[in-house]
């Protein structure tokens, strides 16, 4: 079992910067950083495996980015020129032991520990 706090969300205007952090529980896990924005299918927004490649939607590569401390128990994501559209509910999960492929990491089917949740809201 892996316990996962996200913190850091927030609300600022187009433009601005953010930055979330994800606390867990154990070090020897995969994580990745997913969004819900009302009325939409949660999705994955970043992710990084074990070798620290990481894989990005489409939508804010470029914008995020993501990383972790050196203990990799702590997952970051770093958000600049947020838009109104990057409104939502982000989430931290995890999956254990080691994953190569950060890519495949941003389905939501390969994550069984999720956090609770911190509210992003970017307005215009």
């Known amino acids: 079992q892996v316990q996962l706090v996200e913190s850091g969300g927030g609300s600022v205007q187009a433009g601005g910067s953010l930055r979330l952090s994800c606390a867990a529980s154990?070090?020897?896990?995969?994580m990745a950083w997913f969004r819900q924005a009302p009325g939409k299918e949660r999705e994955g927004v970043a992710a990084i495996d074990s070798d620290g490649y990481t894989s990005y939607a489409d939508s804010v590569k470029g914008r995020f980015t993501t990383s972790q401390n050196n203990n990799k128990n702590i997952l970051f994501l770093d958000m600049n020129s947020l838009k109104p559209d990057d409104t939502a509910m982000y989430y931290c999960a995890a999956t254990g032991g080691r994953c190569y492929g950060a890519r495949g990491l941003l389905s939501r089917r390969q994550h069984p520990w999720w956090g609770q949740g911190t509210q992003v809201t970017v307005s215009s």
């Open positions: 154990r070090r020897d896990i995969c």
